[in-house]
């Protein structure tokens, strides 16, 4: 199994970026995906998922309205689109699956994790 989390980068406060996982190894369709995200000194959280479908997501507080998950089960990739991005969101960003049909927000509910991508927003 691997997940493949691609786009991050340095940008300073109210920029946008895209991140993007690829999944290879499980059948994709078959997976809540997550996006999750630890700064420096800080436990992970939660901050987006989707159910298998696409139909249902949820969102941290404090990134709802900026940031927008979404999947293409055609691909395996899912994909976290932030906008107005603020220097609290600085973070390393991880993608995860649960082989599950039911979201959860837990890390421990997730089976799989990305190798993270570096997300700074300066301001």
């Known amino acids: 199994v691997q997940l493949q989390a691609s786009g991050g980068g340095l940008v300073r406060t109210g920029a946008s970026l895209r991140l993007s996982c690829a999944a290879s190894?499980?059948?994709?369709?078959?997976?809540?995906m997550g996006w999750f995200r630890q700064a420096p000194g800080k436990e992970r959280e939660f901050v987006a998922n989707?159910?298998?479908?696409?139909?249902?997501?949820d969102y941290l507080d404090s990134v709802k309205g900026r940031f927008t998950i979404s999947r293409d089960n055609a691909k395996n990739t899912v994909a976290l689109q932030m906008n107005d991005l603020n220097p609290e969101d600085t973070a390393v960003y991880y993608c995860?699956?649960?082989?599950?049909?039911?979201?959860?927000?837990?890390?421990?509910?997730?089976?799989?994790w990305g190798q993270g991508t570096q997300v700074t927003v300066s301001s």
């Open positions: 995860a699956a649960r082989p599950r049909f039911t979201i959860s927000r837990l890390v421990r509910d997730y089976d799989f």
């Open positions: 190894g499980i059948t994709f369709k078959n997976y809540v």
């Open positions: 989707i159910d298998w479908n696409g139909y249902s997501a």
